[in-house]
């Protein structure tokens, strides 16, 4: 199998930052989103689309960040 389409960018999500990237692999994408700082993964998605894909890599890492408490330093 051979990846196609490969896409890496960094967005931000309720402050934090997020690694999302995305790829097609025999005609379905793949998305993962990743938190940047502790690098710990957060979705893995699949779509008929790139947009589809990403949306439910972006919503899944919305729900879990938005559970993470910020302690002040």
Known sequence: MKVENFTERKIEIDGWPVNLVSYQIAGTYH???????????????????????????????????????????
Do not use: F, Y
């Not at 989103?33 to 894909?53: F, I």
């Open 31 to 73: 998305c993962r989103a990743d938190n940047v700082s502790p690098g710990a993964g957060l979705a893995r998605t699949t779509g008929a689309t790139r947009e589809e894909a990403e949306e439910k890599a972006i919503a899944r890492a919305k729900e879990l960040l938005g559970r993470t408490r910020r302690h002040e330093v």
